[in-house]
């Protein structure tokens, strides 16, 4: 059984930095897409980064081009998404998920596997 484990969320200033982690189990994820997502309260769950498992390239919304970077390990089958130059718009709870086409889809419902998700806070 696939499960993916979020962690690393918190409380920051803004311009503060985190990194969130993302650690699957369950199977190898050879082909799969991995996704970032977020969802603040009172809106939808947006894409926010993703690449899939097995290296290559990288995607990112506008929103956090040149901010966050996506990144993995695969001896730890581990993603992460580092996150730097935080403003409060980046609060939100924050998830990881993995589509199994590995297609890269930016949109949250093609996704077979989610994460519980991690709270990132940020304060002016």
């Known amino acids: 059984q696939v499960q993916l484990v979020e962690s690393g969320g918190g409380s920051v200033q803004a311009g503060g930095s985190l990194t969130l982690s993302c650690a699957g189990s369950g199977r190898t994820f050879g082909s799969y897409y991995m996704g970032w997502f977020r969802q603040a309260p009172g809106k939808e769950r947006e894409f926010v980064a993703g690449?899939?498992?097995?290296?290559?390239?990288?995607y990112y919304e506008d929103f956090v081009k040149g901010r966050f970077t996506i990144s993995r390990d695969n001896a730890k089958n581990t993603v992460y998404l580092q996150m730097n130059g935080l403003n409060p718009d980046d609060t939100a709870v924050y998830y990881c998920?993995?589509?199994?086409?590995?297609?890269?889809?930016?949109?949250?419902?093609?996704?077979?596997?989610w994460g519980q998700g991690t709270q990132v806070t940020v304060s002016s």
């Open positions: 998920a993995l589509e199994r086409s590995g297609m890269g889809y930016t949109t949250a419902l093609p996704y077979d596997y």
């Open positions: 690449m899939r498992w097995s290296g290559g390239r990288t």
